[in-house]
């Protein structure tokens, strides 16, 4: 199992912005953030092929999020900018053994999690 360690979140003022931190114990072939926030299912955000580089994000965090990496530390982020309430949510890191599917984040698809972390916007 891949071990995952999420970092970076807190609570903001709307339009703020946090950036996630995602610590993975190795290389996967597809990460992603997802969050569940209160009362909703757990929802994809975005997903990076480590090898390719080649991102997606979900169109509610299109021109808001962006996600990238840092291979050589087997990291990923989820820079967060504008942020709404709507965002309010606990935030994890996944990966998945297979490599990314072409615009999509499922959680389904994804193997090992990280414990979360809270953002909170008001």
């Known amino acids: 199992h891949v071990q995952l360690v999420e970092s970076g979140g807190g609570s903001v003022q709307a339009g703020g912005s946090l950036r996630l931190t995602c610590v993975a114990s190795q290389r996967a072939n597809c990460m992603g953030w997802f969050r569940q926030g209160p009362g909703k299912e757990r929802e994809g955000v975005a997903t990076?092929?480590?090898?390719?580089?080649?991102?997606y994000l979900v169109d509610s965090v299109k021109g808001r999020f962006t996600i990238s990496q840092n291979n050589a530390k087997n990291i990923v982020y989820l820079q967060m900018n504008s942020l709404q309430p709507e965002d309010t949510a606990m935030y994890y890191c996944?990966?998945?053994?297979?490599?990314?599917?072409?615009?999509?984040?499922?959680?389904?698809?994804?193997?090992?999690w990280g414990q979360g972390t809270q953002v909170t916007v008001s």
């Open positions: 990076i092929n480590p090898h390719s580089a080649t991102s």
């Open positions: 996944a990966t998945s053994h297979w490599n990314c599917y072409e615009n999509q984040a499922d959680p389904t698809d994804f193997n090992d």
